[in-house]
């Protein structure tokens, strides 16, 4: 699971917006899971970034959890609540896909 922050909004940061997230793996199988990364794949122009390393390691039948920040440029958001797409890596294979909600400013038109 990937969950915004609760009780936090956003930050602004020059042309970008910051949101953060904490997140939680579950390794529900017999066999360790090594070098599991993240990535940020819509919006492309994005960036993702976990708090301490890049690649995580959960034991089996055990949990890791933690923070991430996700960065997008102003003018790729539609809305106020826009939908973002992250992938959960072991390796080069995708585990996972995870669609979470992304805030930014409001914008009356």
């Known amino acids: 699971k990937i969950l915004r922050l609760s009780g936090q909004l956003y930050e602004e940061k020059g042309k970008n917006i910051s949101n953060v997230y904490t997140y939680r793996i579950i390794n529900k199988t017999n066999d360790n899971l090594k ?18 390393n890049e690649t995580l390691h959960v034991e089996k039948a055990n949990a890791a959890t933690g923070t991430l920040f996700v960065e ?21 294979k995708v585990i996972e896909t995870i669609t979470t909600n992304f805030l930014g400013p409001r914008t009356f038109n």
Do not use: A, S
């Open 35 to 52: 070098n599991i990364t993240f990535k940020l794949i819509h919006p492309k122009q994005g960036t993702l970034k976990l708090v301490g």
């Open 72 to 92: 997008v440029p102003l003018v790729l958001l539609e809305t106020d609540n826009t939908k973002i797409n992250i992938e959960v890596h072991q390796g080069n």
